[in-house]
Nanobody, 116 residues
Framework: QVQLVESGGGLVQPGGSLRLSCAAS????????MGWYRQAPGKQRELVAS????????NYADSVKGRFTISRDNAKNTVYLQMNSLKTEDTAVYYC?????????WGKGTLVTVSS
């Protein structure tokens, strides 16, 4: 079985930065896609950023372009989300998502609160 564990959430003031991490563990043969989603109160879960490992290509939601950066460490089966210039509207539970061994897995989420 594969497990994803996120870390790095917390409370930050507007304009601040946070770095989220998500590590995959278990019996892993291949990881083809890594991504971050978020769900704000009363809203649907949305894609924030993703990275296709074979090409290294990335995809970002328009709302975070230029502020967030997704990266990965293949050796550690870990994906990161560097979040800069945070806004109050970035407040949400952030979920890690990976396509591992030809199946999608989700983390349990980490809360990011942007507030003064």
């Amino acid at each position: 079985q594969v497990q994803l564990v996120e870390s790095g959430g917390g409370l930050v003031q507007p304009g601040g930065s946070l770095r989220l991490s998500c590590a995959a563990s278990g019996s892993i043969y291949s990881i083809k896609l890594m991504g971050w989603y978020r769900q704000a109160p009363g809203k649907q879960r949305e894609l924030v950023a993703s990275i296709l490992l074979s090409a290294g290509s990335t995809n970002y939601a328009d709302s975070v372009k230029g502020r967030f950066t997704i990266s990965r460490d293949n050796a550690k089966n870990t994906v990161y989300l560097q979040m800069n210039s945070l806004k109050t509207e970035d407040t949400a539970v952030y979920y890690c998502n990976m396509f591992v061994n030809d199946m999608y897995y989700w983390g349990k989420g980490t809360l990011v609160t942007v507030s003064s």
